[in-house]
């Protein structure tokens, strides 16, 4: 048995036609702010990747590039600026930042109604407890990919590898809202074999190059890759070793082209939704 392929790029495509499409009847552009301090090369190639696909699917995209020497207050006065901005519906602050600036309190300065990460404690808050809310974009796009396979959780035993809180504590909330049976393991999860071969839905957000192997596979599960990581020899690898386990599996993701693609259009779709919203206010 090989493993049939969840195609990020596809499901990612299909989705952002919808976005795309629902864009077009609006009475206002959806606008996305992103805000961008120093010059590391991964957040640049990141904001590049949203700013190409919002330009894609009509979303006004506005980027402010700001010098790594920028004081914590500059920043929180430059989010405040967009949170009262008309034309912009969501603020995005590219992570990491300066050790000089606190993340939380960024976080926590950007608007819940145009937090469209859905990083803000309020997002979390409504998430755990099943409410409308901007929900974190990993995550949301995993469920999107199970969603389009037609893989079903309600009653699933799903096991999270990793519990960061961008992937690892959301996407386990998320799919404990959709009835699944949620396993929590991490760095200091003893004999994690163990836990992770009864999972139906085994997803590793490590961080780890190849750190899930054929072993911790249970036969027939389907495994969701978030890892992006980088072999010695510069090839990009995700935290399973896809030759191996893609033997076992019943789905499994690629790296890249798995989750990646699932994350900016899921970015896209908030912050669709935060324009809907701000029509129905006014």
């Known amino acids: 048995m090989t493993a049939t392929i969840i195609n990020g790029k596809e499901v990612a495509s ?27 090369p991964a957040s640049r190639s990141y904001v590049k990747g949203k700013e190409k696909a919002s330009i894609e699917v009509g979303i006004y995209s506005e980027l402010k590039e700001l010098p790594s020497d920028i004081s914590e207050k500059e920043l929180l006065d430059m989010v405040e600026h967009y949170n009262s901005h008309p034309d912009i519906h969501g603020i995005l ?12 309190k960024v976080i926590e300065h950007i608007s819940p109604e145009k937090d469209v990460d859905g990083f803000h404690p309020v997002n979390i808050g409504r998430m755990m407890t099943g409410k409308d809310a901007f929900l974190p974009c990993t995550p949301f796009g995993i469920l999107q990919m199970l969603k389009y396979k037609n893989i079903s959780t309600e009653g699933k035993h ?3 590898v990793g519990r960061s809180n961008i992937v690892g504590k959301p996407v386990g909330q998320l799919l404990l809202n959709e009835n699944a049976t949620v396993t929590y393991c991490h760095s200091k ?5 163990s836990f992770t071969t009864q999972a139906d839905i085994l997803i590793a957000a490590a961080g780890r ?18 890892g992006m990581n980088r072999k010695e020899n510069g090839k990009l690898c995700g935290d399973v070793a896809y030759d191996n386990v893609k033997e ?6 690629p790296v890249p ?23 129905e206010r006014v």
């Open 158 to 160: 799903a096991v999270i």
């Open 189 to 193: 999860t003893p004999d994690l074999a």
């Open 93 to 104: 602050v590219q992570l990491p930042l300066p050790e000089h600036i606190s993340e939380k």
């Open 248 to 253: 076992k599996a019943s789905y499994i993701t």
């Open 14 to 40: 299909n989705l952002r036609n919808e976005i795309k499409d629902e864009v077009i009847t609006l009475s206002v552009t959806p606008g996305l702010a992103v805000i961008l301090v120093g010059d590391n």
């Open 209 to 226: 190059a190849e750190f899930i192997d054929e072993t911790h596979v249970k036969k027939g599960a389907v495994v969701i890759d978030v």
């Open 257 to 279: 082209g798995g989750v990646g693609p699932m994350t900016i259009t899921m970015l896209l779709y908030n912050t669709l939704q935060s324009a809907k919203k701000h029509l």
